[in-house]
């Protein structure tokens, strides 16, 4: 098969651009490699510490040093439904690993917090900096050196970055992520939906409201709809990091049980003691990142993964950029409608042909690089074109449908819902922003208005309850970047949004916030870059100012003389407020060294620069890791 012209060039650009900092990955790689299963070179005391709890024969297996042992690095907690199936997982896995002829130790938890719960609330200013306390969490949990492959268990928002972050900075260990699966279907999510934008407008009262989300979030497991959690769990498949077919499965079943005991056989296969040793750092390269991107755009993916995406490229020395999604968008079909993009939820998604189907038909398409390298072995992706299922209790693969098994939800290449991805760089005098155009009626994708500019969101709420809000506008919402607040999604307005759309008024959202997967029918330029705090042009936009909004032409433009806008300066807003209560004031570093949206929000890169191939530019901080790309591909397709 032929891979698309764009696609080659994009991964190849992506190469150059990560020449030094992959090598030097690389090496470290390498040079960890070469010292062998490291519990060979624990003092005595050193090992009798690691084995002194386990259970006799386990004991008997880690004092040999010659077997595999496979650390279990968990998100389990029981008050959030979709980590609550961890619970049963390491009994399963420890036992699947004796049997392969291992041991298996429960090395670490990580902290799992729902951007669910904590919308709206102080605690959302926590939510994307979680994704590198996980990080730091999972490095903890693999720092005793006890461990000849992984097992991470993850799936939801920010904990499956963290946990490939921190995976990643172990590129030795052979690593395998594995899902707990979404909750069956409940209230269908456009009726949710519709309750919320009820509730907004006074028509129905709590009770009502509460009522509807219990039915849709009803038990164990993911939301349904598809936002972060179960775009985290499409990357991990595409991306080679899961056994093929493993993301959609319904927590505890007796298939999602044996996909768990077969992870923790595998991770023994690819262990440097099982003979096909795969370590991580070889897994998630340049093809594995575009094949990333290529996945989020064919189904309409989360948005959070614009910053996401950078930091786990960047942890594995990989470096990629805005530009990278739009170019690709071009190219990309998109193939899935799951809520917000459509009606349906993720296990129809998973019914209808599900990631293997998906796979199946971007690899005809040449829209994904075949050549990967994945936990499931030898064949590349195309592994991924099976689907597992039961035969007589015992876990096999068979080819996933070749057609789908319902076109309003899975469309073949040949048929997309539309020819490009629905996730566009927008760029102009406002700085650079993404936005999500798969859910948003084209009658939408293009508004110009006059802006109505907040400093919270709290405040935009208040002004639509004074029916302050029912006539054009955009609302431009500063001052919520990551250095701000740490950057929180600003989802309390979608539905008044909604409501307002649906009165027959043109309104959009711009903001150096975040809007994430569940980004829906109202326009919304979000991640604005730089954000205002550093001086981003956002902040220089007044009440009344004409913005553009254009997502067709891909334009984020305030219509401002040029003159005036330079001689206009940044308006300054006090956002201490944002930093105290709710242990906000813990994350002052973690505000005061995060990079831009663009660069991933990261705060684990060192700020000083010069010399180390993780200090890329000596750039202000907004524009550091914004390249220069010495090739356009127009101008590479015609070389073609």
């Known amino acids: 098969m032929n891979t698309h012209p764009v696609l080659s060039i994009v991964t190849d650009r992506i190469r150059r651009r990560s020449s030094a900092t992959r090598a030097e990955y690389l090496s470290r790689l390498d040079s960890a490699r070469s010292k062998g299963p490291i519990r060979r070179d624990l003092a005595c005391t050193n090992l009798a510490h690691g084995f002194a709890a386990a259970p006799t024969g386990d004991k008997i297996m880690l004092r040999e040093l010659a077997r595999p042992n496979i650390a279990i690095v968990s998100s389990y907690n029981d008050m959030l439904s979709a980590h609550q199936p961890f619970e049963r997982f390491p009994a399963i896995i420890k036992d699947a690993a004796r049997t392969a002829g291992a041991t298996a130790q429960f090395a670490g938890g990580v902290p799992a917090m729902c951007d669910g719960v904590t919308q709206g609330e102080p605690g959302m200013e926590l939510s994307l900096f979680s994704r590198d306390v996980i990080a730091l969490a999972t490095a903890i949990a693999l720092s005793h050196n006890m461990f ?4 991470c268990l993850g799936i939801c928002d920010k904990i499956v970055p963290g946990l490939v972050i921190g995976a990643l900075r172990f590129s030795h260990l052979p690593t395998i992520f594995v899902p707990g699966g979404p909750m069956p279907s409940g209230l269908p999510n456009d009726e949710k939906a519709r309750i919320r934008q009820l509730y907004t407008q006074g028509k129905v009262g709590r009770d009502a409201l509460l009522e509807s989300e219990a039915k849709s979030y009803h038990g164990p497991g993911t939301c349904t709809f598809y936002g972060t959690a179960n775009s ?12 093929p077919g493993a993301a959609f499965v319904n927590p505890n079943t007796p298939l999602r049980d044996a996909l768990t005991a077969a992870a923790a056989k595998r991770a023994v296969e690819i262990s440097a003691l099982g003979g096909e040793y795969t370590p991580i750092g070889h897994v998630i390269d340049e093809r594995a990142i575009a094949n990333g991107i290529v996945g989020l755009l064919a189904t309409g993916g989360s948005t959070n993964h614009t910053i996401h995406l950078v930091a786990m490229a960047h942890a594995a020395g990989v470096l990629i950029n805005w530009d990278d999604f739009s170019d690709l968008s071009t190219i990309v079909p998109l193939l899935a409608r799951v809520y917000p993009n459509g009606k349906a939820d993720v296990n129809h998604f998973h019914a209808a042909g599900g990631m293997g189907f998906l796979i199946g038909e971007l690899l005809d398409a040449g829209m994904l690089h075949a050549d990967t390298t994945t936990v499931a072995g030898p064949g590349g992706l195309a592994r991924y074109r099976q689907e597992p299922y039961l035969q007589d209790g015992v876990l096999a693969w068979r080819d996933a449908p070749d057609a789908s098994g319902d076109l309003s939800v899975l469309a073949p290449a040949s048929a997309p819902f539309s020819a490009d991805g629905g996730l566009k760089l927008l760029s102009g005098n406002l700085g650079r922003a993404v936005i999500k155009t798969s859910a948003v009626k084209p009658e939408h994708r293009r508004v110009e208005a006059p802006a109505i500019v907040f400093n919270n969101q709290d405040d935009v709420i208040a002004a639509f309850d004074r029916g302050e809000l029912n006539r ?11 250095r701000a607040n740490g950057m929180p999604e600003l989802h309390k307005l979608t539905p008044l949004l909604g409501v307002l759309q649906d009165r027959g008024f043109q309104v959009a959202l711009v903001t150096d916030g975040r809007m994430s997967g569940a980004s829906g029918k109202v326009p919304a330029a979000i991640h604005v870059t730089p954000e205002c705090l550093v ?35 940044p308006e300054r807003v006090d956002v201490s407020c944002y930093h ?13 060294n995060a990079l831009g949206a663009e660069q991933g929000a990261m705060t684990f890169v060192a700020p000083e620069t010069g010399g180390t191939a993780w200090s890329l530019h000596a750039a202000p901080i907004q524009d550091r890791f914004l390249f220069a790309e010495e090739d356009s591909v127009v101008e590479d397709e015609e070389k073609v």
């Not at 936009?541 to 433009?557: H, K």
């Not at 105290?580 to 005061?592: N, S, V």
Request: glycine share 10%; hydrophobic share 45%; proline share 3%.
């Open 232 to 243: 985290n769990q499409m990357l991990m498949e595409v991306m080679g990091l899961h056994l």
């Open 472 to 482: 054009d506008f955009i609302a431009v919402v500063r001052y919520q970047g990551p």
């Open 580 to 592: 105290y209560g709710l242990g906000r004031e813990l994350f002052a570093g973690f505000r005061a």
């Open 148 to 151: 000849d492959a992984a097992l």
């Open 535 to 569: 001086g981003g042009p956002l902040a220089r936009v007044r009440t009344g100012d004409m913005i553009l909004v254009d997502s067709e032409r891909c334009v984020l433009q305030a219509d401002v003389t040029e003159s005036e806008w330079q001689v206009r300066t």
